[in-house]
């Protein structure tokens, strides 16, 4: 049975990082794709960054609100991806979600909260 557990979110202030991680069971996450998607209180889940299979060559995407601040990775090693979210801002507030598709199926964490506040 595939589980994605998400860890590392926190409180912290405008311009601060933080570091996301979501560890995969019972599959090998390397050869899917993994997202990150958030979801700020009354708003819908946004989709915020892709990385590919390595067999795909692994290459990343991002929403625009994110790029250049955000960057997704993997450790194929430790069976997790990565979400690293520098200069934070308030917007960024929500909670953050990991994200894999097997076999026509959607896979989601259970999330983790991310607040951005002074």
């Known amino acids: 049975q595939v589980q994605l557990v998400e860890s590392g979110g926190g409180l912290v202030q405008p311009g601060g990082s933080l570091r996301l991680s979501c560890a995969a069971s019972?599959?090998?996450?390397?050869?899917?794709?993994g997202r990150w998607y958030r979801q700020a209180p009354g708003k819908q889940r946004e989709w915020v960054a892709t990385i590919m299979p390595i067999t795909s060559g692994g290459s990343t995407t991002y929403v625009d609100s994110v790029k250049g601040r955000f960057t997704i990775s993997r450790d194929n090693a430790k069976n997790t991806v990565f979400l690293q979210m520098n200069s934070l801002k308030p917007d960024d507030t929500a909670v953050y979600y990991c994200?894999?598709?097997?076999?026509?199926?959607?896979?989601w964490g259970q999330g983790t909260q991310v607040t951005v506040s002074s």
């Open positions: 019972g599959t090998m996450f390397s050869i899917y794709v």
């Open positions: 994200n894999t598709f097997i076999a026509s199926r959607d896979y």
